[in-house]
């Protein structure tokens, strides 16, 4: 039940949306989001650094700021999705909003969170977006099969 991240031919149930700021990333998770929301049988959950989002989720999707519950780094971000999913077996998809922002650049950090969030995703059937503020190039080759393409 794999979702094909464009371009790249990988089955996968991770999805990072790459790009520089101001490139789109964020209105095109919105969209994500909200096709989600009209598609899934199951609950959508975003999570976000602050409130940007708050006028622009549905309220069908569970937004949860990340900072109120001090997820700072990719430890924490694994054991706060992990205990999302633990609690929803009816979650189907978590996007989260600027990754790097609230976990760091840490190339082996970020490496680790994904692959781990890679099998559990697969086990639970759970579909994890993600943006990530960097050009392509930056993005480690462990995680270059998770890059999904956008276009605005």
Avoid at 29 to 55: F, M, P, Q
Avoid at 91 to 101: N, W, Y
Avoid at 104 to 117: L, S, T, V, Y
Wanted: with cysteine.
């Amino acid at each position: 039940m794999s979702t094909q991240n464009a371009g790249n031919g990988v089955c996968a149930m991770i999805k990072l949306i790459v790009g520089k700021k101001g490139t789109g990333k964020t209105k095109y998770l919105v969209d994500l989001v909200h096709e989600a929301a009209d598609s899934s049988k199951g609950n959508v959950v975003c999570i976000e650094k602050g409130n940007s989002l708050t006028y622009d989720i549905k309220p069908a999707v569970r937004l949860i700021r990340a900072d109120e519950y001090e997820v700072d780094n990719y430890t924490a971000m694994a054991g706060f999705i992990c205990g999302i999913m633990a609690g929803d077996y009816d979650c189907t998809d978590v996007f989260i909003d600027s990754i790097t922002k609230l976990c760091g650049k840490d190339p082996e950090q970020m490496i680790a969170f994904f692959r781990k969030m890679d099998r559990l995703t697969d086990e639970h059937q759970v579909v994890l977006t993600a943006t990530v503020s960097a050009e392509l190039a930056e993005i480690p080759e462990a995680l270059q099969p998770y890059v999904t393409s956008f276009s605005r």
